[in-house]
């Protein structure tokens, strides 16, 4: 390991959050380089310095005694869950999408097999398909020092029309002169 690579990886070595591999690294890297010890130990001043600020601002700080009993009286959030609607978001939508595919499946399938329908082969058809699905979209906004988000969805709703069969061309005589 060199200087730069070590530097790379310096938090996380102050942390102790490496694998034991490229620990084993940093420590031989160590032992040889005394510019990377010095940044070490900097390092962990810093981190030792901003853990007892830390701990300081906040052994100090405590809710005004009207604020405790507010929030010790409240109520607790009931979870909003809707099992309809999560088996809807899960499966249904997936559904009627592979449903619709099945369809177009199938209509090409007659399609490609004209005898089987019956009718005119001459006329042609046309097919329409829509369908529908819902996405998700999550908003974040700030009011005052809140940070609000928001969970909403929006439907999209997908048309096409598909011409499935085409005219068939009658076959032209050709006559030879005699």
């Not at 929030?71 to 869950?81: E, G, K, N, R, T």
Request: net charge positive.
């Amino acid at each position: 390991m060199n200087c730069r690579h070590f530097q790379n990886r310096l938090y996380e070595y102050v942390e102790g959050s490496l694998s034991a591999g490229t620990q084993a690294a940093a420590d031989k890297h160590l032992v040889a380089c005394s510019a990377c010890r010095q940044v070490v130990r900097q390092e962990q001043q810093r981190a030792q310095f901003l853990f007892d600020r830390l701990r300081q601002d906040t052994e100090s700080l405590a809710l005004r005694p009207e604020v405790r009993r507010r929030i010790l009286a409240s109520p607790a959030p009931a979870p909003v869950q809707n099992p309809i609607i999560d088996l809807w978001n899960r499966f249904a939508w997936p559904l009627g999408l592979a449903a619709s595919l099945l369809l177009v499946a199938a209509i090409l399938l007659i399609n490609h097999f004209p005898g089987a329908r019956g009718d005119d082969l001459n006329a042609p058809s046309a097919v329409s398909i829509e369908a529908s699905y819902r996405v998700p979209i999550y908003k974040f906004r700030k009011e005052d020092n809140l940070v609000l988000d928001t969970l909403s969805y929006e439907t999209v709703v997908v048309s096409e029309t598909l011409w499935t069969t085409k005219p068939i061309r009658e076959k032209q005589e050709r006559k030879m002169p005699l």
